[in-house]
């Protein structure tokens, strides 16, 4: 092939990896519209793309942990994307037994001693609900997004959903004690989009 033909089929390759990269942020902060109380006194709050029709997005490539450490899970709350695996290490110097009766992700990683990992695969969306066996006071949850498109408000609310393809999106949030919303919102090939979501009881 002619060296300017082999150059402009690169530079073809390239525009085209672009192009299937190519995507706006969705910045913005979530309130709580209840007086004499703050956001943090309602627990986490995940910020999240609804999935649409077509083939979805893949997961993070990433496998975060919940460790379980003096008798707890830490952290006590996880949020992932649907399809992604969670690494379950037990530093404790005892057994424990990780379970969750939670349907469609259900699982039991029986007995397992000091220094040893479970992995489990969460292929589905929602909430599991964590226990151990063994000690009843051990409680914890992980949401399952829909999409890998997700953030956990953070200081003052604020979150960020970043490289979003374009077009208009369903913005919802979760959280344990209040009323789901959802929100429209166009995002840009690139660039930034705003977004103020109020939450109420």
Not at 61 to 89: C, K, R, Y
Not at 91 to 102: A, K, L, Q, R
Request: hydrophobic content about 45%; some cysteine; glycine content about 8%.
């Amino acid at each position: 092939m002619h060296a300017s033909l082999r150059c402009f089929a690169v530079l073809a390759l390239l525009a085209t990896a672009q192009l299937a990269h190519a995507g706006g942020d969705v910045r913005g902060r979530v309130v709580l519209d209840l007086p004499g109380m703050q956001l943090a006194d309602v627990g986490p709050v995940v910020v999240y793309l609804a999935a649409e029709p077509g083939p979805a997005a893949p997961p993070p490539a990433s496998t975060p942990e919940l460790h379980q450490n003096d008798a707890a899970f830490a952290p006590s709350f996880l949020a992932i994307a649907a399809g992604q695996n969670v690494s379950m290490p037990n530093d404790d110097e005892i057994f424990h037994n990780v379970f969750s009766y939670s349907k469609p992700n259900d699982f039991d990683l029986g007995l397992y001693a000091a220094g040893q990992t479970r992995e489990v695969a969460f292929r589905h969306p929602g909430v599991v609900k964590l226990y151990c066996s063994i000690h009843e006071s051990m409680n914890g949850s992980i949401f399952v997004a829909p999409t890998p498109f997700f953030d956990v408000a953070g200081e003052g609310g604020r979150f960020t959903l970043r490289d979003i393809p374009p077009g208009t999106h369903r913005i919802r949030t979760w959280n344990e004690k209040l009323p789901d919303t959802e929100h429209n919102i166009v995002v840009p090939a690139s660039g930034v989009s705003g977004l103020e979501i109020s939450l109420v009881p």
